[in-house]
């Protein structure tokens, strides 16, 4: 069995736009962003016209609830067919070196497919892929719906590895000069300038998968998480486009049993992106309860005795302070109220992060108290504005770290629903590439 066989890594068959496609037209942002917005899907309806784009294979899910929802998938299939029949879209096999501004920085990834059969959504999952979050399964059908039966995928998601030496891409990187040029071209809606070289040369090819392999060497592995279990280990967490892909393997589990083990559809295409590029920052998300009572926050408390102990603030900035300074081996989380501002401090918690310790308690409650709602937030000011308000509680939780990240999946499985928030909608990948599933 190769390497690739092994840590679930397919070289694919990337399909890319003709010399003669306007690229600025082609490449439209994924299909859940903006969804609260379709104002910024008519802005991109209009400059794409009739023009090819991938947004004509595409139903964003601004629009998913819409009645002519199976016109639309309709003819996003059918466009797929025309695209595919009329030569426009090209075969390359390899992998892809992509370079996108975000901000003030280069996010550089690899996009590669990945093997189905190495990857389980579920709970307390021990497969080489995992998710990052929670999977509400609700949510799978419609996207299945619009999946089921397209020829064509277009990825968006972004999976991630650890790889804090950066051993995988800098031999790449050093080489980049003599990779063809697929593309290089600015995004449209202001969403930074972006560069790919293909990566075709099988030996270099094979080096990669080697190097993704290599991460999970006993010692290297030992060194990153701790005398965690080696049994099962974790090479790829998915980071962005959890859904995506729980659709992708649903598909593929529907259509295993009459295809068999060789068909398209058991890969998906992805963008594979270091945890340690400098472009990812992990935003915490905060948490509002509203209609909790007066009571509540002792019912909080109540929760981790013996195991907590709580301070007092004096503002905003002295909570927030004090939450980033925990020692290592205790969580902090802020609590808001009208009334001041508290911190809960952990010393043995049951989970390796604040917001898993936290959200295990709120998800309880919110079962048993119908009137009490919960909403996510990210900004200090909203968090703060909104906490003080009668009937309501926040609390102000921590970031994620690079360091903690990976393991905390290892430990914990999933991470409690919005942990944490990686980029704005505009840094979120665009459709480019292409692959056949049928």
């Known amino acids: 069995m190769t390497n690739a066989e092994k840590f679930g890594i397919h070289i694919p068959e990337l399909l890319l736009p003709g010399k003669k496609v306007d690229l600025h037209k082609w ?92 990857y389980d959504f579920n709970q307390g999952s021990q497969s080489l892929i995992r998710a990052t979050e929670g999977t509400i399964l609700d949510r799978l059908p419609p996207r299945m719906q619009v999946r089921r039966g397209a020829p064509l995928e277009l990825p968006h998601i972004l999976v991630l590895y650890d790889d804090p030496e950066f051993s995988v891409l800098n031999p790449i ?83 295993k049993p009459t295809v068999g083990m060789e068909h398209p559809a058991r890969y998906a295409l992805v963008e594979l992106v270091n945890l340690h590029d400098p472009s990812l920052k992990f935003e915490p998300i905060h948490r509002v309860m509203f209609n909790v009572g ?34 290592p081996g205790k969580q902090r989380f802020g609590m808001i109220t009208a009334a001041g501002y508290r911190i809960i401090e952990l010393v043995e918690p049951k989970h390796n992060l604040a917001v898993g310790s936290l959200q295990e308690f709120l998800d309880a409650f919110l079962k048993r108290d119908a009137d009490a709602e919960i909403d996510y937030v990210h900004g200090d000011d909203v968090l703060d504005k909104l906490s003080k308000e009668p009937g309501n509680l926040g609390f102000y939780l921590p970031p994620i770290t690079k360091d903690n990240f990976f393991k905390s999946v290892i430990l914990d499985g999933s991470l409690p629903r919005k942990t944490f928030s990686m980029g704005h909608a505009h840094d979120k990948r665009f459709y480019l590439e292409a692959r056949r599933i049928m």
């Open 27 to 118: 490449a439209v942002i994924a299909l859940d962003q903006f969804t609260s917005e379709p104002e910024y899907w008519e802005r991109v309806a209009a400059t794409v016209g009739d023009a090819p784009s991938t947004y004509h294979m595409i139903l964003p899910e601004a629009f998913l609830n819409e009645p002519d929802k199976p016109e639309r998938i309709e003819r996003s299939q059918a466009k797929m067919c025309e695209y595919l029949e009329s030569g426009l879209l090209e075969p390359h096999n390899g992998f892809m070196l992509v370079e996108r501004t975000v901000g003030d920085s280069i996010q550089t990834g690899l996009v590669v497919a990945l093997d189905l059969e190495t």
């Open 173 to 255: 990187l050093n080489q980049k000069a003599a990779l063809p040029l697929a593309y290089d071209f600015d995004l449209m809606e202001g969403s930074g300038h972006i560069t790919g070289h293909l990566i075709e040369d099988p030996d270099t090819l094979n080096g990669v998968i080697d190097r993704l392999a290599g991460l999970l060497d006993a010692d290297k592995y030992k060194a990153r998480y701790g005398d965690v279990d080696q049994t099962h280990p974790l090479l790829f967490a998915v980071g962005d486009g959890n859904h995506s892909l729980a659709t992708a393997k649903s598909i593929w589990e529907e259509l």
């Open 294 to 327: 007066d009571g509540f926050g002792y019912l909080v408390t109540k929760q981790f005795e013996p195991n907590y102990e709580i301070h007092t603030c004096k503002g905003f900035d002295a909570m927030k302070e004090t939450v980033l300074g925990a020692a």
